[in-house]
């Protein structure tokens, strides 16, 4: 019974985690291009990221994120701003899941979005 519990567990998790991933990049993103300069965007977009994981049991530690921006000035009007999210998910009740290795699984998100020309 105790590995059938164990299976279950290990199963939401990896269900949980493709959803916290996306709603992170979606979040970041949109947050990303309504911010009014380079700095505050990023620093905003790592706090939609934190925050959509955290809502989603998912701790900061396990999770990076990435913002690209083509063309390279993230700010202009027209720039489209891709945020991707990687999260790692460790297995469930393995205090030294860290040390070993032991992964249930890696996952990432990207979305994207236009820098509006009127803000």
Not at 10 to 35: E, I, N, R
């Amino acid at each position: 019974m105790v590995p059938l519990v164990y299976f279950i567990i290990t199963m939401g998790a990896l269900q949980s985690g493709p959803f916290a991933v996306v709603g992170a990049a979606d979040q970041a993103a949109k947050v990303f291009v309504a911010q009014p300069d380079g700095a505050a965007a990023r620093a905003a977009a790592e706090q939609a990221v934190l925050l959509a994981l955290a809502d989603h049991g998912h701790p900061a530690v396990d999770a990076r994120f990435e913002a690209t921006c083509a063309p390279a000035d993230c700010m202009a009007a027209g720039t489209a701003v891709t945020v991707t999210v990687h999260l790692t998910l460790p297995l469930p009740f393995v205090p030294f899941s860290d040390v070993l290795n032991l992964n249930a699984g890696q996952l990432s998100a990207s979305a994207t979005q236009l820098v509006g020309r009127f803000r």
